[in-house]
């Protein structure tokens, strides 16, 4: 027996009246002012001698604002997701990153004052009760400051950031919103939103992909000189600011926010590539399934036959929540109460923009989490994924605020981690040969999107800022580049490419975080690893990953994987196995289409 859960998730409980919520425009002021009022004595301050008694206070104030910039980050994040229209909401951001803009000022004041404390003092100063558990992310800003600008010139560019590299970044939001697609559902003719489109590019009528597939290159193509100028925009403004700091690699910020080194990507680069052959054979297999010699792009997330019709919602609810009670009843349990709670945003309608995240609301201890449910496979598992963010959040959040901002690599090892758990639940029930090549299909299909399909989104990204040193790019140079990047990427083994995928993708949009690609692919394979390792401990392994997810934000990813799983990952052989393993199923799937 299910739950009837509800598919509208409840942002009342936070700030009640939505964009024109009375309390969330009191809470934004009394933030704008506490901010204000630190960032006029951190001025005042600036440049003498720093005061401990005072910088420890300060510590504490910058922890109570960032729950507080945190919270309403993702209070609007929600609402101009949930309906593209609300141009009040639309309003609320450019305060929001305006109020976001002010705080990274007070950062990198207060990190200036971390950095001019003579060494003594400074190993006396973090060795106190309150500080010791900070030290980490304490000794990383003291560090980090010395490769920014002084704080006023980075004050001058958050400033100018708000209007110029996030105004783009917005731009594009509104660029989506606008996308609309003539389309024929039985005798009626709709407009679907960007979202709605996206979820047909899987259904599992070929006519319908194709059809939608045409439609949606058309639709991106008529944007696309729109995006073409956003994304050499922001580019552009990166390029420069980089520039300024001293930091000659596009890649140096993504890494040293991801916390990881240049070795430790290469290395898993190194192993990914690896890959490509078993997924062309992967490709190929299912290329005879479906009847043909060669996928097209559309046809590699199509779910194939099983006899199995949509499932409902809170049938996925239910699947979900089993899975994860095999491995943690607690994970179980943030799950079920997600659900209850309503903090998921699901319904199937027009005015969503399209994708899934999760958001954290720091204060109330919560998160949300936002996709469009259709009732594919896909759908579950994106729906699993976000979960497992939630449950990272729920972990970290009895920390210091500064101790829960873990960078995004390990984020996805979380959310990959409660993909797998579901997927291998799954497996595990189902009987029938049919069944069993359908999960098997979906498990290879995130093999394909994480090391095929991110890696071309990498590959892409990176010659698209070489070129762009030279100048902007036009619509059709980036169309080349990007089939290019897919073509490496998947070996050449699909008969059609998805030109405008650079369009068409928020995450190269993103303003927040640079190169929102590589991340995806570290917790894909991080998480194959903790798979292998939960599976030979049993059932004390959940006591473990919950205490490296503790972890995740106060150390580096190499001393993560060293401390919690004895690997060592600026080395290839643990990428190597892990790529082996994600990539194992092929031989499962063809030994099931041969009998």
Same mark, same amino acid.
């Given at each position: 027996?299910?739950?009837?859960?509800?598919?509208?998730?409840?942002?009342?409980?936070?700030?009640?009246?939505?964009?024109?919520?009375?309390?969330?425009?009191?809470?934004? %002021?009394?933030?704008?002012?506490?901010?204000?009022? !630190?960032?006029?004595?951190?001025? =005042?301050?600036?440049?003498?001698?720093?005061?401990?008694?005072?910088?420890?206070?300060?510590?504490?104030?910058?922890?109570?604002?960032?729950?507080?910039?945190?919270? %309403?980050?993702?209070?609007?994040?929600?609402?101009?997701?949930?309906?593209?229209?609300?141009?009040?909401?639309?309003?609320?951001?450019?305060?929001?990153?305006?109020?976001?803009?002010?705080?990274?000022?007070?950062?990198?004041?207060?990190?200036?004052?971390?950095?001019?404390?003579?060494?003594?003092?400074?190993?006396?100063?973090?060795?106190?009760?309150?500080?010791?558990?900070?030290?980490?992310?304490?000794?990383?800003?003291?560090?980090?400051?010395?490769?920014?600008?002084?704080?006023?010139?980075?004050?001058?560019?958050?400033?100018?950031?708000?209007?110029?590299?996030?105004?783009?970044?917005?731009?594009?939001?509104?660029?989506?919103?606008?996308?609309?697609?003539?389309?024929?559902?039985?005798?009626?003719?709709?407009?679907?939103?960007?979202?709605?489109?996206?979820?047909?590019?899987?259904?599992?009528?070929?006519?319908?992909?194709?059809?939608?597939?045409?439609?949606?290159?058309?639709?991106?193509?008529?944007?696309?000189?729109?995006?073409?100028?956003?994304?050499?925009?922001?580019?552009?403004?990166?390029?420069? +600011?980089?520039?300024?700091?001293?930091?000659?690699?596009?890649?140096?910020?993504?890494?040293?926010?991801?916390?990881?080194?240049?070795?430790?990507?290469?290395?898993?680069?190194?192993?990914?590539?690896?890959?490509?052959?078993?997924?062309?054979?992967?490709?190929? *297999?299912?290329?005879?399934? !479906?009847?043909?010699?060669?996928?097209?792009?559309?046809?590699? %997330?199509?779910? !194939?036959?099983?006899?199995?019709?949509?499932?409902?919602?809170?049938?996925?609810?239910?699947?979900?929540?089993?899975?994860?009670?095999?491995?943690?009843?607690?994970?179980?349990?943030?799950?079920?109460?997600?659900?209850?709670?309503?903090?998921? =945003?699901?319904?199937?309608?027009?005015?969503?923009?399209?994708?899934?995240?999760?958001?954290?609301?720091?204060?109330?201890?919560?998160?949300?989490?936002?996709?469009?449910?259709?009732?594919?496979?896909?759908?579950?598992?994106?729906?699993?994924?976000?979960?497992?963010?939630?449950?990272?959040?729920?972990?970290?959040?009895?920390?210091?605020?500064?101790?829960?901002?873990?960078?995004?690599?390990?984020? =996805?090892?979380?959310?990959?981690?409660?993909?797998?758990?579901?997927?291998?639940?799954?497996?595990?029930?189902?009987?029938?040969?049919?069944?069993?090549?359908? *999960?098997?299909?979906?498990?290879?299909?995130?093999?394909?999107?994480?090391?095929?399909?991110?890696?071309?989104?990498?590959?892409?990204?990176?010659?698209?800022?070489?070129?762009?040193?030279?100048?902007? +790019?036009?619509?059709?140079?980036?169309?080349?580049?990007?089939?290019?990047?897919?073509?490496?990427?998947?070996?050449?083994?699909?008969? %059609?490419?998805?030109?405008?995928?650079?369009?068409?993708?928020?995450?190269?949009?993103?303003?927040?975080?640079?190169?929102?690609?590589?991340?995806?692919?570290?917790?894909?394979?991080?998480?194959?690893?903790?798979?292998?390792?939960?599976?030979?401990?049993?059932?004390?392994?959940?006591?473990?990953?919950?205490?490296?997810?503790?972890?995740?934000?106060?150390?580096?990813?190499?001393? *993560?994987?060293?401390?919690?799983?004895?690997?060592? !990952?600026?080395?290839?052989?643990?990428?190597?196995?892990?790529?082996?393993?994600?990539?194992?199923?092929?031989?499962?799937?063809?030994? +099931?289409?041969?009998?």
């Amino acid at each position: 027996m299910t739950n009837d859960y509800a598919k509208v998730w409840d942002l009342e409980v936070f700030f009640p009246g939505g964009s024109e919520s009375p309390k969330f425009a009191e809470f934004m %002021s009394e933030t704008e002012r506490t901010t204000a009022e !630190l960032l006029t004595q951190l001025r =005042e301050s600036e440049g003498g001698a720093a005061n401990i008694e005072r910088l420890g206070e300060r510590t504490s104030q910058i922890q109570q604002l960032l729950s507080r910039l945190r919270q %309403s980050e993702s209070f609007v994040l929600c609402l101009t997701s949930q309906n593209t229209g609300d141009r009040r909401a639309v309003s609320w951001t450019e305060r929001v990153q305006t109020l976001a803009a002010r705080f990274r000022q007070v950062l990198d004041l207060f990190d200036a004052q971390l950095a001019s404390m003579p060494e003594d003092q400074w190993d006396t100063w973090l060795k106190t009760p309150e500080r010791a558990e900070l030290s980490f992310v304490l000794n990383e800003r003291r560090q980090g400051i010395k490769e920014k600008l002084p704080p006023a010139l980075e004050a001058l560019a958050g400033e100018l950031a708000v209007d110029g590299f996030h105004g783009w970044g917005e731009h594009y939001d509104t660029i989506v919103g606008g996308v609309g697609i003539p389309w024929e559902e039985g005798d009626r003719q709709v407009t679907l939103s960007a979202g709605q489109a996206f979820n047909k590019l899987s259904h599992p009528d070929q006519a319908v992909r194709d059809r939608m597939m045409e439609a949606w290159e058309q639709a991106w193509e008529g944007k696309a000189d729109l995006c073409a100028d956003t994304l050499n925009r922001l580019a552009g403004f990166r390029l420069k +600011l980089n520039h300024q700091r001293g930091w000659k690699n596009i890649l140096h910020e993504p890494l040293r926010i991801n916390r990881m080194k240049r070795e430790t990507l290469d290395a898993m680069w190194t192993a990914v590539a690896e890959a490509v052959e078993p997924l062309k054979r992967y490709l190929s *297999l299912k290329a005879q399934l !479906l009847g043909k010699q060669k996928l097209s792009w559309q046809d590699v %997330s199509a779910p !194939l036959p099983s006899n199995q019709a949509d499932i409902p919602y809170s049938e996925a609810a239910s699947l979900i929540e089993n899975a994860f009670a095999e491995f943690s009843p607690n994970l179980a349990g943030l799950a079920r109460r997600a659900f209850q709670e309503r903090w998921i =945003e699901a319904e199937d309608r027009a005015g969503k923009r399209p994708g899934g995240y999760c958001t954290d609301f720091p204060l109330d201890k919560q998160t949300r989490i936002f996709m469009t449910y259709s009732g594919t496979p896909d759908n579950v598992s994106t729906l699993a994924h976000e979960l497992g963010h939630a449950y990272h959040g729920y972990l970290v959040h009895g920390l210091p605020p500064m101790n829960q901002e873990y960078a995004m690599n390990v984020a =996805e090892t979380a959310s990959t981690f409660a993909e797998a758990l579901v997927s291998d639940a799954l497996l595990k029930r189902v009987t029938i040969d049919q069944g069993k090549l359908a *999960l098997l299909d979906d498990r290879l299909q995130s093999a394909v999107a994480f090391l095929m399909n991110i890696r071309a989104r990498f590959l892409f990204e990176t010659r698209f800022y070489e070129r762009r040193t030279s100048g902007m +790019l036009q619509a059709s140079e980036l169309n080349e580049l990007m089939v290019d990047a897919q073509k490496e990427a998947y070996g050449d083994a699909l008969s %059609s490419w998805h030109p405008h995928f650079w369009a068409s993708k928020m995450h190269f949009y993103i303003t927040d975080v640079p190169f929102y690609n590589f991340p995806y692919t570290f917790g894909y394979l991080f998480s194959t690893g903790l798979v292998a390792v939960a599976e030979k401990e049993g059932a004390d392994f959940h006591q473990r990953y919950d205490a490296l997810l503790r972890d995740t934000a106060v150390m580096t990813v190499e001393d *993560l994987a060293s401390r919690h799983l004895g690997v060592a !990952l600026d080395r290839p052989e643990f990428w190597r196995s892990a790529v082996s393993r994600a990539v194992s199923d092929v031989d499962r799937y063809a030994a +099931l289409i041969q009998k």
